[in-house]
């Protein structure tokens, strides 16, 4: 195919033995999801559906083997990621395309990169991946997520700001570190939006 010499097919066989079910179903439903909205919005779907498929590619790797196995492929972490091991399936996911899935775009890459924490200037297709990776029909309902739906039909900056700010409330009410980055990110798309809003 284009970004790899790997056919679909193969990677999803490969994906699906890295992963657990319910993960490579929820992964599924972000390629679905990422792919829809992608040619509602004028990106490039086949990127899309690559980048929504492979997001997680490194969630389940043990805890204890992440932070090793970044060392080796030469994935720099913060003392922040290094810290919260969730964070780091975002970093060596994206390095995993390349080393795993034989794919070097860099769009693709750098979707699969900031899909947990986002940062300013994100691309539409990064936007798309943090979002669909949100919406996605697996996922389990929360508040609002009807209301979400709708902007990543309509707007995708005002449905990043909408994402991140539930993201960023869900963080302090478990007391658990924020990130810097998601923190830029906010006000990057508060600014957007206020300039989308009044012209
Ligand atoms: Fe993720
Ligand atoms: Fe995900």
Do not use: W
């Not at 389990?140 to 990043?160: H, Q, W, Y």
Request: charged share 30%; with cysteine; net charge negative.
């Amino acid at each position: 195919m284009e970004f790899s010499k790997m056919d679909l097919e193969s990677m999803e066989k490969k994906l699906q033995d890295m992963l657990t079910e319910k993960r490579y179903r929820h992964s599924l439903g972000v390629m679905e999801t990422a792919v829809e909205m992608a040619k509602s919005f004028g990106v490039n779907p086949e990127k899309a559906r690559l980048a929504g498929l492979l997001h997680d590619c490194a969630k389940d790797i043990e805890k204890n083997k992440r932070i090793p196995l970044c060392k080796e492929l030469g994935v720099p972490l913060d003392p922040i990621k290094k810290e919260s091991k969730g964070l780091i399936h975002a970093d060596l996911g994206a390095k995993m395309l390349e080393t795993e899935f034989g794919i070097s775009d860099p769009d693709i890459i750098n979707a699969v990169k900031y899909h947990t924490l986002g940062r300013e200037n994100m691309s539409d297709l990064e936007k798309i991946l943090y979002l669909a990776d949100i919406v996605e029909p697996n996922r389990v309902p929360f508040e609002g997520i009807e209301e979400l739906r709708s902007l990543c039909k309509t707007n995708l900056d005002c449905a990043m700001l909408f994402a991140l700010e539930r993201s960023i409330d869900y963080i302090q009410h478990r007391h658990k570190t924020l990130h810097s980055q998601t923190l830029q990110a906010q006000q990057y798309f508060l600014e957007v939006c206020k300039e989308k809003v009044t012209g």
